[in-house]
């Protein structure tokens, strides 16, 4: 059974940055693809950022673009998300998930807050 876990969430103030990971404990070239979702207070959880494994191609969520960045790490089975000039309305649970073919893992969740 494939397990993900996140790692590298926190509170953080208006425009400073936070790199999210995403560990699997399989490697993740047996992934489709791999993102990162959000659920904010009050909200349905949404998708911010998605990645191709094989191919390395990337997608985004309008309002992170120019400042998510996701990749993928091979030698450390991860997929990071770094957030850059992060804003209040980031704020929310990050949950990390993989795809193959019709087989959906999701990680636990983890918080990120941005406040002054």
């Known amino acids: 059974q494939v397990q993900l876990v996140e790692s590298g969430g926190g509170l953080v103030q208006p425009g400073e940055s936070l790199r999210l990971s995403c560990s699997a404990s399989e490697n993740i070239f047996f992934f489709n693809t791999m993102g990162w979702y959000r659920r904010a207070p009050g909200k349905e959880r949404e998708l911010v950022a998605q990645i191709n494994v094989p191919g390395g191609v990337a997608n985004y969520e309008d309002s992170v673009k120019g400042r998510f960045t996701i990749s993928r790490n091979g030698a450390k089975n991860s997929v990071d998300l770094e957030m850059n000039n992060l804003k209040p309305e980031d704020t929310a649970v990050y949950y990390c998930?993989?795809?193959?073919?019709?087989?959906?893992?999701w990680g636990q969740g983890i918080q990120v807050t941005v406040s002054s």
């Open positions: 998930n993989a795809r193959v073919a019709s087989r959906i893992t």
